[in-house]
């Protein structure tokens, strides 16, 4: 009993550095607008990952799709066949601590199409479209309303 009594208060002690810094938030430093960033896996596949803070409107899955159609961009494919999202909350003490999501996207070439596995659903996606949304946003944003569609 004596020596639960003894880790219980070991793990107090070494968890008050990290909470008084400022919680789990000083553990996992987060920008304040979040990044996408993304990696190129092997068979054409790409993942990208996104991370914010929950407080502020940054939009994670336009974010991810808007790397994963860049990166395709850059190696010449005009295709992408999204096979996984996910979008989740981090929590500690109930208290929303990041915001998160992923996704997983093969690159393909003209003409070509992904099969779904096991029932999950594949969404195709013309990188041209996505980039050009990005560019539209990017002059709404910046107060040019001369678009023509």
């Not at 092997?42 to 336009?62: E, K, M």
């Not at 997983?104 to 594949?122: C, D, F, H, R, T």
Request: aromatic share 8%; with cysteine.
């Amino acid at each position: 009993m004596r020596y639960l009594y003894i880790c219980v208060m070991a793990l107090f002690t070494i968890s008050i550095p990290a909470l008084a810094q400022g919680g789990f938030g000083a553990l996992f430093k987060m920008p304040a607008d979040g990044v996408a960033e993304g990696r190129y896996l092997s068979n054409d596949q790409i993942r990208t990952y996104a991370t914010a803070d929950p407080h502020t409107p940054f939009d994670l899955p336009t974010a991810i799709r808007e790397k994963a159609a860049l990166m395709a961009r850059a190696k010449g494919f005009p295709n992408l066949a999204v096979i996984k999202t996910r979008c989740f909350t981090t929590l500690y003490l109930g208290i929303p601590q990041a915001n998160s999501c992923y996704l997983i996207a093969i690159m393909l070439k003209e003409g070509e199409e992904a099969q779904p596995k096991k029932g999950e659903p594949v969404e195709h996606i013309t990188v041209a479209d996505v980039i050009s949304a990005r560019a539209r946003r990017y002059e709404q944003r910046a107060g040019i309303t001369d678009t023509v569609d």
